[in-house]
């Protein structure tokens, strides 16, 4: 008797993203069309924003765009916890993720190959069962690939060592795979728009800068306001151990550039790290 398979249904469609998955594809594909390709090669890591589409979609897509028509062993979402607190790094225990557009599978084997590596990373349903964050990274995904394995990651605490950890653990184990980085962020809430695109620049000149350690010591501060700032952090360690030696912001909106409201905004980026 073969077992059922487990697998983390969507909490995010028809909120976060269309239920209707012809909906949500033709979306996602106008997204991209809008979005300009930066002709980058040699991509380790992308940032995304994790809103609802309505909001940063297309902030989303100026990633996702330069890597179509790539191909990649395995792809690393890393996202931060909303829903619930835990002190580890989580990378899912089950089998898949599902949302509209079907199955996205787990890869195992480089789940369980990081989850070894540290006692701060484990294997487990802590932080997936009701987090956007990773989630609304897949449907993206799903339209720009057939065929992808994920590892998908949601971070807990984001302290030093946890962020120190797992980008190095990434970048030390996986230094001769073919593998992807996702980021999931969004920057600063609920400020008027003209204190948002100040505290937001501070974010958009470090990473430009590509100095993990200043960002984190900004983070750690809360001189900066990302709430994936530990994700961001992991990624950029990993992608320098991968061979990154560059950045580039590719778009910066936030939600009062989409509703016009610009009481309360919430800021979006989107980003790479490249090996030139």
Known sequence: MVSAENIRESIAAGSFYPGNPDVLRRQINDFLINAKSADIRNIKSIICPHAGYIYSGQVAANSYKQIKGGTFDSIFIIAPSHSEYFD????????????????????????????????????SKYGHRNEHSLEVQLPF??????????????????????????????????????????????????????????LDGKIKDLITNFNSGDIMSGFLNNDLEMCGGGPVISAMIASKELGADSSRILSYKNSGDVTGDRSAVVGYLSAVFYKK
């Open 88 to 123: 580890f790094i989580s990378i899912f225990n089950g089998d898949a993720y599902r949302t509209p557009l079907g199955t996205v599978y787990v890869d195992k084997e480089r789940s369980r190959i990081l989850a070894d590596e540290s006692p701060r990373i484990e294997l």
């Open 141 to 198: 995904l799903q339209v720009l690939f057939e065929n992808i394995k994920i590892v998908p990651v949601v971070m807990g605490q984001q302290n030093s060592q946890n962020i120190k950890e797992l980008g190095s653990a990434i970048g030390k184990l996986f230094k001769n795979d073919n593998i992807l980085i996702i980021a999931s962020t969004d920057l600063s809430h609920y400020y008027p728009y003209d204190t948002a695109l100040i």
